[in-house]
């Protein structure tokens, strides 16, 4: 075993007591032992490290072991977002296997969407840049589109007054407040949001939103080439699927 190896196993074993933990607490030293694979005598000072730091409390011989309150600061960076989009994976992937198209996640970020989660590179058909991590505009993409149209209204009150009073040109829509109101209302109607229409691009998005109850918590669409298919046809072989995806993500996040 390497010298790095060796460091890195005792943390390693103390976040399987975690996990265990927070499967079943409290446990005893037995049942801890049975859920990780580890001797009881490298237990009892993993759990007496993780006693000493807060994260691990005892609760009685008996009963034996429990989170500590300080767990919570492990997650307090993670946000509901960030879990649409690991529940999002699987899902993502399986489209992109049985449709080939890519598919990609994003989440809200001021008044743009960032791309969290992309399949372009499992995509035979994959034309577009990287676009991961990058912002794009509401209004202009597809994936904003959805947001926007199925945010709840004080949200899409909030978002589209940010847009009216910014100075950026790919927000200057925002300002023609019949123009956004139809647009969006077509998109509740049709269930799917769709790419503004670009001089000289290739390529189209159909979107849906994830939705955790009334609130959305991301925007997924599929990416494909506009000579290759009508919006119409797009949507007859897709969008069950997708929003089929979109449900199943959804629901995970209860």
Sequence with gaps: MSEKTAE?????????VLEALNRGSPMALGALHEATGLPKPTLVRLLDTLI??????????????????????LSSGFRHADKAVEAARPFLYALTAQHKWPVAISTLDGD????????????????????LEQR??????????????FCPEEELETLLSLMRNSKARRNAMARDEKAVARLLSGIRARGYATTAP??????????????????VVAAMTLRYFRSAMTEEEAARRYLA????????IGAGLG
């Design 8 to 16: 890195i196993q005792p943390i390693i074993r103390a976040l399987h």
């Design 52 to 73: 000493a730091g807060g994260y691990v409390r005892r609760v009685s011989r008996r009963a034996g072991y429990a989170l500590g309150e300080r767990v919570l600061r």
């Design 112 to 131: 743009s969407m960032i791309v969290r989660l992309s399949t372009r590179h499992e995509s035979p058909f994959a034309a577009d840049e990287d676009f």
């Design 136 to 149: 794009i505009p509401l209004l202009v993409s597809a994936m904003g589109r959805a947001y926007l149209a």
């Design 198 to 215: 670009l001089r000289g691009e290739p390529l189209m998005g159909l979107a849906v939103p994830v939705m955790d109850g009334a609130q």
């Design 241 to 248: 699927p997708m929003q089929e995806a979109a449900r199943a």
